[in-house]
């Protein structure tokens, strides 16, 4: 009934939205969940003030991507699904299953994540009498987080109750953490020391930390993907769609810069609170009614940020149910209330950005596919179907290089050693000049000549130079979040499996 209910306001699905709603959506998923906890939890652990040089390439990265989805915005009609339609269209039925279950996962773990943010805020609130009864009763640190499963079932009915009404919402969240952001701002300021910056303190971790931290900043720039999940929803998707992602990408690096910047200057990064960051950066200099605004702040934000993941799960799993590719029963939505209980804040986040950057990964392919795939009106002097073979084969030859060539400068180069390094180098150099030739060999294909509303400028570099971003942030990710994603990946084969033999039963 849970899933009835979340997917039954999108069986007839009309033009609301509007370009600012589109961009209020968008913001919010992202800026909630990465302004006050991800930014605290970086720097901390992996980047030191560095953070703020994380979030400028999570953000070059997302750039890349978001013009490559804001062309798919206004060349795939059907865009209830996002990057699952735009494969599904390009690619194929599989992959694009695949892609579809990875977005699932983003949006499972970004509600999740939203959750336990805010019942760690509450906890913070409470001077940690919650964390500790728990802690006390149960005899062990880690313990099942209650406050966030209730949580996730709330946010989940607001949801329910119909798009007009949670866009009202949000737009209402926005604005109250849009002034917090900027009190935040201008009351930092009065409390900041350049000596936190100072003595190598900049980059504790070198660009080994700020890489890895890029790598997990990535997840505090989600937001334009639901955008382009309620394409069918927006009144004009050909010019808010591309206006709204770079409206969203625009206002959230601004946000996460000044923020890292004042947090980092306001507070030694070794200290840094790693639940509730922006708050307890007031408590340390006394501010008391300081901690409290951001509170006030942070109920917002991470509020609207939930709702910005939870916002476009259903139309995902709805555009799957459509096509076939999923069972009328199935049970995925659950996982986000059971790992909200279940899987600590800095797990959740460290889970995020795989899954993210895999489907992001797959739509710059995707572009690339389109616009190289002749048409009626091309002028080529090979058959239409050798074009298309030789684009495609040029396409995915690109992906799985970019791959190989950087598995053998991040595991070769920078961490071998004499001359296994040596021979890495040579290895990787030769890797990089087949990548500079696919890359002629894709030009030299014809382009298609249908002309649309946006387009991604600067074709095939801007969708190459995502794909080899991406696949960088991929490969830093810790061995334990790739175990994860391989096991959430053998899930996905099993389903598949199990459809088809049920099918053919």
């Known amino acids: 009934w849970y899933c009835e209910l979340l997917l039954s306001f999108l069986s007839i699905l009309t033009l609301f939205l509007t370009t600012v709603d589109l961009v209020s959506l968008g913001v919010g998923s992202c800026v909630g969940t990465g ?21 400028i390439i999570a953000a070059v990265a997302s750039i890349l991507s978001g013009v490559c989805y804001a062309e798919f ?7 209830t699904g996002s990057a699952y339609t735009y494969s599904y269209v390009t690619v194929g039925e599989f992959v694009a299953f695949f892609i579809g279950w990875n977005l699932i996962l983003e949006y499972l773990i970004g509600t999740a994540a939203g959750a336990s943010a805010l019942s760690n805020m509450f906890d913070s609130l409470a001077n940690h009498s919650i964390s500790n009864y728990m802690i006390t009763h149960l005899g062990t640190d880690t313990y099942p987080d209650l406050l966030a499963l209730f949580i996730a079932l709330l946010v989940t009915v607001i949801i329910a109750l119909g798009v007009r009404n949670t866009v009202g919402f949000n737009n209402v969240l926005n604005m109250v953490n849009l002034v917090v952001w900027v009190f935040i701002i201008i009351a930092g300021l009065f409390f900041v020391s350049v000596n936190n ?37 927006a009144k004009n998707p050909n010019t808010s769609i591309p206006y709204a992602i770079t409206a969203s990408l625009v206002t959230c690096l601004t946000a996460y810069v000044s923020v890292s910047v004042i947090l980092t200057l306001m507070v030694p990064y070794n200290l840094i609170d790693g639940s509730a960051p922006l708050m307890e950066m007031f408590a340390v200099h006394g501010f008391l009614w300081g901690k409290y605004t951001v509170a006030v702040g942070s109920i917002a934000g991470l509020t609207v940020s939930l709702l910005g993941s939870l916002f476009p799960m259903p139309r995902v799993i709805y555009a799957m149910a459509r096509d076939g590719l999923l069972f009328s029963f199935d049970m995925t939505w659950s996982l986000a209330a059971v790992l909200a ?4 804040l800095r797990d959740l986040i460290e889970m995020m950005s795989i899954g993210t950057l895999l489907a992001y990964t797959l739509v710059s392919v995707c572009v690339l596919l389109l616009r190289y795939q002749p048409d009626d009106q091309t002028d080529t002097h090979q058959p239409r179907l050798t074009a298309e073979k030789a684009s495609g084969r040029c396409t995915l030859l690109l992906f799985f290089v970019s791959f190989l060539l950087w598995s ?34 894709i030009i030299q294909q014809p382009e298609s000549t ?13 969708p190459a130079a995502a794909i080899l971003v991406n696949s960088y942030l991929m490969l830093k990710l810790s061995p334990l979040t790739w175990a994860r994603f391989t096991i959430w990946c053998l899930i996905e084969v099993a389903k598949i499996y199990l459809k088809n033999k049920i099918i053919y039963i």
């Open 35 to 55: 302004m006050y906890v991800v930014a605290g939890l970086v720097a901390k652990a992996m980047a030191g003030p560095g953070v703020i040089l994380s979030f």
């Open 73 to 79: 915005g206004v060349r795939v009609p059907k865009t």
């Open 197 to 233: 910056w100072e003595g190598g303190r900049f980059m504790p971790y070198g660009w080994s930390g700020v890489m890895q931290g890029a790598a997990t900043c990535f997840y505090a720039f989600i937001g334009f993907d639901i955008i382009a999940t309620t394409g069918e929803e």
């Open 341 to 344: 209980l279940l899987v600590s």
């Open 408 to 441: 053998t400068i991040i595991f070769g180069v920078e961490q071998g050693t004499g001359v296994g390094a040596v021979f890495s180098g040579l290895m990787a150099t030769m890797m990089a000049g087949s990548l500079a030739k696919l890359l002629i060999m």
């Open 450 to 462: 249908r002309s649309l509303p946006y387009m991604a400028p600067c074709v095939p570099f801007v």
